[in-house]
């Protein structure tokens, strides 16, 4: 199994920046694919980016070019990087894995972007 720790998140206004740190323990050499994922209220939850295998990413077209995904496999960490944010990116962020055909989900971190 695997477990999440999400970190990050809060308040700020439009056009600013905040970063998101995802820690994984336990069974992570089993992992081959991680990413966020948000959800706004009363909204289909919305895959934001993802890193698998080899370190391919991809990324939704509404973050493009605005948030960074990366890993620092040293301390088992997945981070996002949000830059220029926009109202609509308001809502609850989670990260994911997912290992040995199982998916593993840490706690949401809430990003509000004022306008």
């Known amino acids: 199994q695997v477990q999440l720790r999400v970190s990050g998140g809060g308040l700020v206004q439009a056009g600013m920046s905040l970063s998101l740190s995802c820690v994984a323990t336990?069974?992570?050499?089993?992992?081959?694919?991680l990413g966020w994922y948000r959800q706004a209220p009363g909204q289909q939850r919305e895959l934001v980016a993802r890193i698998a295998t080899g370190s391919s990413t991809n990324y939704a077209d509404s973050v493009k070019g605005r948030f960074t995904i990366s890993m620092d496999h040293g301390k088992n960490t997945l981070y996002l990087q949000m830059n220029s944010l926009k109202p609509e990116d308001t809502a609850d962020y989670y990260c994911?894995?997912?290992?040995?055909?199982?998916?593993?989900r840490g706690q949401g971190t809430q990003v509000t972007v004022s306008s």
């Open positions: 994911y894995v997912n290992a040995r055909g199982a998916t593993y």
């Open positions: 336990g069974s992570v050499s089993s992992i081959n694919e």
